[in-house]
């Protein structure tokens, strides 16, 4: 069988790729996941009570600083994209998930630009926001749309 190049598979059947709402609704949604683990934290430390510092300290950075690259480097997708049917991949393999350090790195660049990489998602540049091309990755559907 003869092997396509990527443009000839893009011309057989064209990428759609999400749109800055798709993205939008997955990072609310993931917000939500992280008030929600705060939340139960709170209770959690609540009715143990005599929780060290060090346990709520690091129960609260993983919710914040973990969960997105966690998810992003082992399920190749966070809750949100999971529930908007998209997944974060390498950009030049996308049959592979990010690394960790990746991973990390691209949710970093997110969260110190904020919205500002989100603005920055068009067709131009294959729907990718400022924090993807800095960790080399792209989002895609999980299915063709």
């Not at 969960?67 to 997708?77: K, N, T, V």
């Not at 908007?84 to 630009?113: D, Q, S, T």
């Amino acid at each position: 069988m003869e092997d396509l190049q990527t443009s000839e598979f893009e011309e057989i059947t064209p990428i759609v790729y999400p749109l800055v709402s798709d993205r939008y609704k997955a990072v609310f949604i993931d917000s939500m996941v992280v008030i929600s683990l705060w939340v139960c934290f709170s209770f959690l430390f609540s009715a143990f009570g005599g929780v060290h510092e060090y346990v709520k300290i690091g129960a609260y950075v993983f919710s914040v600083v973990l969960y997105d690259p966690l998810c992003i480097s082992l399920f190749g997708a966070t809750l949100g994209h999971y529930s908007g049917g998209m997944k974060v991949v390498r950009e030049r393999n996308p049959l592979r998930k990010l690394n960790l350090f990746a991973a990390l790195l691209r949710y970093i660049i997110k969260v110190i630009l904020g919205i500002v990489s989100l603005l920055t998602i068009t067709k131009e540049n294959k729907g990718r926001g400022l924090h993807d091309m800095a960790s080399g990755s792209i989002v895609l559907f999980t299915q063709s749309k």
